[in-house]
């Protein structure tokens, strides 16, 4: 069965500290790892795909990187908007179709 | 562009109870996805749309829950009758076609209460 852990499941840095948030996972036949964003309220926001060990990719203060068990978002110099819950979910081919698993997620505070 | 489009956005029920949501897909994607968001968790698959054929209701537990996709583009979920544990947030994302070349966009759900 595929699974997912994120941690920590919340962390609270001051504005400009920078931080990684973790993702642990064990998939059968992982083709992708997405991230996501989440507002409370809303749906989940598009980040980033990686697909192979070593790949990184950054989107303004956030980098995400893989590897073969684990990946792990990067954030430089956070921003109070910077705060949200950050879903990890990796792509598997589960019962033979697309599938995402989405980890609990890591809910980022950022205080002024 | 117009994003994913989900109504109600929210709705209180008693238990055994029917329910209905609506989901209207970006145009033109192919895939439509159902996922299921209880507090503190993160989404789970209910079921996946390949235009209005089923890819994947591995997840949906069929003795309840219901799903269509009509002429391939807007979906309904029903629950009939729901329990107190269907109470969750219940998202609809789509995708031009299925598989991680290409990502999912959300709609913003619908939050379901089961008294």
């Known amino acids: 069965e595929d699974q997912v852990t994120q941690s920590p499941e919340a962390l609270r840095l001051q504005e400009g500290e920078s931080s990684s948030l973790n993702c642990s996972y064990t998939?059968?036949?992982?083709?992708?790892l997405f991230w996501y964003r989440q507002d409370p309220g809303k749906g989940p926001e598009f980040l980033f795909t990686?697909?192979?060990a070593g790949e990184e990719k950054e989107k303004e203060r956030l980098k995400a990187t893989l590897t073969k068990k684990e990946s792990f978002l990067h954030i430089t110099a956070p921003k109070p908007e910077d705060s949200a819950t950050y879903l990890c979910?990796?792509?598997?081919?589960?019962?033979?179709?697309?599938?995402?698993?989405f980890g609990k997620g890591t809910k980022l505070s950022v205080i002024p | 562009e117009a994003g994913v489009a989900q109504s109600p956005r929210y709705k209180i029920i008693e238990k055994r109870q029917s329910v209905a949501f609506w989901c209207n897909p970006i145009s033109g994607h192919a895939t439509l996805y159902w996922y299921q968001q209880i507090l503190g968790q993160g989404p789970k698959l209910l079921i996946q749309?390949?235009?209005?054929?089923?890819?994947?209701d591995s997840q949906l537990p069929k003795d309840r829950f219901s799903a269509e996709r009509l002429k391939g583009v807007d979906s309904t979920l029903k629950i009939q009758p729901a329990k107190l544990e269907d109470s969750a947030v219940y998202l609809c994302?789509?995708?031009?076609?299925?598989?991680?070349?290409?990502?999912?966009?959300f709609g913003p759900g619908t939050r379901l209460t089961v008294t």
């Open positions: 979910a990796p792509e598997g081919t589960g019962a033979g179709s697309y599938q995402l698993t």
């Open positions: 998939v059968s036949g992982l083709r992708g």
């Open positions: 749309f390949q235009n209005n054929g089923v890819v994947d």
């Open positions: 994302a789509s995708s031009l076609v299925g598989g991680s070349s290409y990502e999912q966009y």
């Open positions: 990686l697909y192979s």
